[in-house]
Structures are given as structure tokens and as C-alpha cells.
């Protein structure tokens, strides 16, 4: 990608990035306060977003979608640009919580298109791994409380639904505490996750180059978080309590159970 291009998109980016910070406190229940902000934060980075795109086709000639870095940042400014237009139509708030964060991803993953120079310090490489790492356990920690609370959950209304009495059910929490602990760890593991994905793009990308998009356990990592993504947007926004939210929950754990696995243990069968 032209250097021009490549800087409004990562200065687009960052403006994204208010967005998702705005999805995150929403998440964590302290609502509406960063709308407003993160809202003409977003309209920036569209604008810049697509002066990026301008220049990227400007200065190669063609349509900009001639490889991958090109096409997901035309299809987050797409994506972008059409809840631009349904917001002012109908003013939804709600749909920014899965938006913003999905719109500043892609767009981040965009932006790491075009090489870097290697690590200046190793001690900085390892460092940023570290925290990379310590990120993603203390996420799925999150998220394996969550799968516990939604099994849980899932067993206690069985049996309430066939009103049985059980030892095991007297032992269990109320329903309504299991639900308010799934979207507890729900929120914690989001915003842990969140941030591990994006500093392990930011470190694969500098570790390998425009090579690292093509990774098996990079594409495995992103599916993950979008699914994680999706838990998140409806049980906030959609409303999603109870039997659905844990079903979904423990999908979500499976998933991050093939993300560890690609990373770790299928790792030589999934690199051949």
C-alpha cells in the first residue's frame, strides 16, 4: 500500500479506536456517556478512511481491493458508511456496540498491510509478547467461569422446568446470580481478549511481516473474537438472557479452545 494511504488508515484507526472504547464501558454497564464523542470520532475516521481509499486507488490505478489488506479496509469503511446512514435515519444507538469494534479491527488489520523495520529491542519483543500472553489466559479464565456459569445455569433450569428437587440443585446458585455472573465474565473476558487480539496483530505483524495475516492461528484467533463479539452485541443490545446467552457462551469456549489449540497443540498439522 502507497505510505500516504497507509497513514490515513492508521490515523483512522485511532479514531476508531474511541469507538471501541465506547463499546467496551457499554459493555461493562456505564452507558451513552462516550456515544456522543465516540460517534464524531467514527465520522473522522470514515472521512479519513476514505481519503485513504482515494489515495490507495489514485496512486495504483486501479479499484482498491487488489489484495486482502485492501479489501478488508474497503469492507470496514462499507460496513462503517452503511451504520453512518442507518443511525441518521433512525438514530440507533444500540448497533455501535458491535459496529464500532468490528469497523476499528478491520481497519487495524488494514493498516498492517504494508512491512515495518524488525524489533528495535528484544527486550521490547519479549515484553510485548509477555503481555500478549498474560492478556489471552486471564480472558479465557474469564471465559471458562463464564462456561461454568452457563452450564450451571442450563442444569438449575432443567430441573426447575421438570421440578425436581435435588441435592445438587440446592447447591447451585439462583438463576438470576448465575446470569448476572455469566455477564460479569462476559464483559471481563471481552475487553481481556480485545486486547490481546490486538496486541498480538501488532506483534505478529512486526515478528512477520504482511506474512503473519496468512497464519492459521491468526484467522482462527479473529473468528474467535467476532464470535465473542456477536455474545457480546446481543445479549447487550439484542437482550439475550438466560438459556440462549449460555448456550452461546459455551460455543464461544469452544472456539477459544481451537484458537489455544492452533496456537499450541495442532500447530505442526495446522501449519502444513
Known amino acids: 500500500m502507497h ?8 490515523v483512522a484507526a485511532v479514531l476508531y479506536a474511541v469507538g471501541l472504547i465506547h463499546a467496551i464501558l457499554t459493555i461493562l454497564k456505564r452507558r451513552a456517556k462516550l456515544f456522543r464523542l465516540a460517534f464524531i470520532t467514527f465520522c473522522g475516521g470514515l472521512t479519513l478512511h476514505f481519503v485513504s481509499i482515494v489515495e490507495e486507488a489514485a496512486y495504483t ?20 458508511l452503511l451504520y453512518l446512514l442507518v443511525y441518521l435515519r433512525h438514530h440507533v444507538e444500540t448497533l455501535s ?3 464500532f469494534p468490528l469497523v ?3 481497519t487495524l488489520v488494514g493498516a498492517l498491510g504494508s512491512p515495518v523495520g524488525s524489533w528495535s529491542d528484544p527486550k521490547v ?9 498474560t492478556l489471552v489466559l486471564a480472558g479465557y479464565a474469564a471465559m471458562l467461569l463464564m462456561a461454568v456459569a452457563s452450564v450451571a445455569y442450563l442444569i438449575q433450569e432443567r430441573q426447575l422446568k421438570r421440578k425436581r428437587a435435588s441435592i445438587f440443585l440446592d447447591r447451585l446458585p439462583p438463576l438470576g446470580v448465575l446470569d448476572g455472573l455469566i455477564s460479569t465474565s462476559m464483559a471481563a473476558g471481552f475487553l481481556l481478549i480485545t486486547l490481546a487480539v490486538i496486541a498480538g496483530s501488532i506483534w505478529a505483524f512486526i515478528e512477520s511481516g504482511t506474512r503473519w495475516i496468512t497464519q492459521p ?9 467476532v464470535f465473542y463479539l456477536l455474545l457480546v452485541f446481543l445479549r447487550v443490545s439484542a437482550g439475550w438472557r438466560g438459556r440462549k446467552a449460555a448456550v452461546m457462551s459455551i460455543v464461544v469456549l469452544g ?13 505442526p498439522m495446522l501449519t502444513r
Not at 505510505?3 to 492508521?10: D, F, G, Y
Not at 486501479?62 to 489488506?69: D, I, M, S, W
Not at 472456539?255 to 500447530?267: D, E, F, I, Y
Open 3 to 10: 505510505e500516504m494511504s497507509v497513514l490515513w488508515l492508521r
Open 61 to 80: 490505478g486501479h479499484f482498491p481491493a487488489n489484495n486482502f489488506y485492501e479489501s478488508i479496509s474497503l469492507c470496514a469503511y462499507l460496513i462503517g
Open 97 to 99: 456496540a458491535f459496529v
Open 104 to 106: 476499528f479491527v478491520m
Open 125 to 133: 519483543r519479549d515484553t510485548w509478547l509477555l503481555a500478549h500472553v
Open 217 to 225: 492461528k491468526i484467522v482462527v484467533s479473529l473468528v474467535t473474537w
Open 255 to 267: 472456539c477459544s479452545a481451537l484458537t489455544w489449540a492452533a496456537h499450541v497443540g495442532l500447530r
